[in-house]
């Protein structure tokens, strides 16, 4: 079963960074969902096997997503964060991969997902 717990959510201004991690159990596969109070899931960033990353328009120069696969760790490295940033940021893993227009298009396509951790950005 697979075992995805994120950490490192929180509180920030408006122009400040967190980082997000996400402890798993071995997923070659992975990205960042986000979902937003009264809006719909959205696909954040994404990590293949070969290391190859993809990003929302919207967080494009502003997040990195990246993983150390000897420590099974995939980290979301957010900075220049804005309000609209504000959401439930859930890990997701698949034992294949996920065409990002799959997960642009349906904002998952993951079948295992975190329990979520609370990122809120304040002006």
């Known amino acids: 079963q697979a075992q995805l717990v994120e950490s490192g959510g929180g509180s920030v201004e408006a122009g400040g960074s967190l980082r997000l991690s996400c402890a798993h159990s071995?997923?070659?596969?992975m990205g960042w969902i986000r979902q937003a109070p009264g809006k719909e899931q959205e696909g954040v960033a994404a990590i293949d096997a070969d290391g190859s990353t993809n990003y929302a328009d919207s967080v494009k120069g502003r997040f990195t997503i990246s993983q150390d696969n000897v420590k099974k760790i995939l980290y979301l490295q957010m900075d220049s964060l804005k309000p609209e940033d504000t959401a439930t940021y859930y890990c997701v893993a698949d034992a294949e991969r996920i065409p990002w227009a799959v997960v642009t298009a349906t904002g998952g396509g993951y079948n295992y997902w975190g329990k979520g951790t609370q990122v809120t950005v304040s002006s």
């Open positions: 071995g997923y070659l596969y």
